[in-house]
T-cell receptor
Framework: AQRVTQPEKLLSVFKGAPVELKCNYS??????LFWYVQYSRQRLQLLLR??SRESIKGFTADLNKGETSFHLKKPFAQEEDSAMYYC???????????FGSGTQLTVLP | NAGVMQNPRHLVRRRGQEARLRCSPM?????VYWYRQLPEEGLKFMVY????????ESGMPKERFSAEFPKEGPSILRIQQVVRGDSAAYFC??????????????FGPGTRLTVL
């Protein structure tokens, strides 16, 4: 069965500090992983996906199959990064997404 | 493009009533997904539909829940004889292509259902 674990419900960092949001997954096949973000009063939107190996808004995430992790990182957090972040796992066709329970990131001034 | 539309945004029902949630996908999208989010939890997949077809309903409760996506009009998630445990946020997403590596799902704002 697919499972996504985000161990931190809440995470606070100061502006300019590095931030890492943890995500671990369990999946027997070849995983497709995503990070979604929900800013206050906005809808859920895709931040980045592992196959693109891209950096969006300064965030990166590397798939580590050995540790079954897909942690989201940013070297210097900004106040506008404050939001709810969800890690999601796609099945082979990426039709069905399995979401973690989310981490609320607060970047303090 | 207005994005994925869901209505109503908030819905209050008494136990035993029916709830109908509507989702209009983005223009040009013919694939719709429904997710449910209980308090303090992540989104849970319920069903995936294409026009006039249910492709994957592995996440749907066996009773009282049904979904459709007719040729014309929005997708409907229908919950009959609601119970308090159905109180949740229901999200709809759409995509132009049904799955495939890196395919993005675009989410609506959700409908918050409260069962009294």
């Amino acid at each position: 069965a697919q499972r996504v674990t985000q161990p931190e419900k809440l995470l606070s960092v100061f502006k300019g500090a590095p931030v890492e949001l943890k995500c671990n997954y369990s999946y027997s096949g070849s995983p497709e992983l995503f990070w979604y973000v929900q800013y206050s009063r906005q809808r859920l939107q895709l931040l980045l996906r592992h196959i693109s190996r891209e950096s969006i808004k300064g965030f990166t995430a590397d798939l580590n199959k050995g540790e079954t992790s897909f942690h989201l990182k940013k070297p210097f957090a900004q106040e506008e990064d404050s939001a709810m972040y969800y890690c999601a796992l796609g099945d082979g066709s990426a039709r069905q997404l399995t979401f973690g329970s989310g981490t609320q990131l607060t970047v303090l001034p | 493009n207005a994005g994925v539309m869901q209505n109503p945004r908030h819905l209050v029902r008494r136990r035993g009533q029916e709830a109908r949630l509507r989702c209009s996908p983005m223009k040009g999208h013919s694939h719709v997904y429904w997710y449910r989010q209980l308090p303090e939890e992540g989104l849970k997949f319920m069903v995936y539909l294409q026009k006039e077809n249910i492709i994957d309903e592995s996440g749907m409760p066996k009773e009282r829940f049904s979904a459709e996506f007719p040729k014309e009009g929005p997708s409907i998630l229908r919950i009959q004889q609601v119970v308090r445990g159905d109180s949740a946020a229901y999200f709809c997403a759409s995509s132009p292509i049904g799955g495939g590596a890196g395919n993005e799902q675009f989410f609506g704002p959700g409908t918050r259902l409260t069962v009294l």
